[in-house]
């Protein structure tokens, strides 16, 4: 069965040309140009995935995300939010609304699609009951990679993807000093949208949903970060 992806955004040419190259790809495709309807019309539809402009009339892309990620029928569905936004703070407010990606444009298409292609695989991985999850746990925190998932003594904390990528890449090697290059290359590749200092803002959200356990990260002046259970 064919993917079904879901466009919203106000500008005609963007719209045709990533209608045409995602329809190339064997993509069904909807859209919508307005983020007043966006929620409803995203509820009644149930696309697989969402590339959602942040300048919209109507509610704006911030809001609309907002909206589908506080509700329990759509907040699984990935969203790649657009925009000529390029200011740090757009990407990490973006990030912090649960959207997977975030790409700014002019953008090129090639890359659109394979992001495309990223998002549907993370967000329709399917579990095999015969395969024991794997688990890295340092004292009372424990991520499931497979699962995309958190826990500090037992309960689920919420990370968005790119922060989930960055301490897994930490906790994945415990005591090792990373770079902010190697982190970046770590979650996309230098062609990411994470810049070395978006790496920092990310880390300050990641340290402040660890709570008690913050200081598990450690910060190594003029090198970089890394994770250590030690309080």
Do not use: W
Request: net charge negative.
């Amino acid at each position: 069965m064919k993917k079904k992806l879901c466009i919203i955004e106000d500008e005609k040419d963007i719209v045709r040309l990533i209608s045409y190259n995602l329809e190339k790809e064997g993509y069904d495709i909807i859209s919508l140009n307005s983020g007043e309807t966006a929620f409803e019309f995203v509820k009644e539809n149930q696309p697989d995935l969402i590339l959602l402009d942040i300048m919209i009339p109507g509610k704006d892309g911030f809001e609309v995300c907002k909206d589908l990620k506080a509700d329990a029928s759509t907040k699984t569905i990935p969203i790649i939010m657009l925009s000529a936004k390029t200011e740090e703070s757009n990407i990490v407010t973006g990030l912090e609304l649960g959207a997977d990606d975030y790409m700014t444009k002019p953008f090129s298409v090639a890359i659109l699609i394979a992001r495309v292609r990223t998002a549907l695989r993370r967000g329709h991985k399917q579990v095999d009951p015969e395969v024991k999850d794997e688990c890295i746990q340092i004292d009372a925190v424990k991520i499931f990679p497979d699962r995309y998932e958190v826990y500090l003594e037992d309960t689920l904390i919420n990370f968005n993807h790119t922060e989930f990528q960055l301490l897994l890449c930490l906790a994945s090697q415990p005591g090792r000093v990373f770079s902010r290059l190697q982190l970046i290359d770590f979650m996309k590749g230098e062609s990411y949208f994470v810049t070395q200092r978006l790496v920092d803002v990310l880390l300050v959200s990641i340290r402040k949903k660890l709570g008690t356990f913050a200081s598990y990260i450690h910060t190594v002046r003029g090198v970089g970060y890394k994770f250590k259970g030690d309080k």
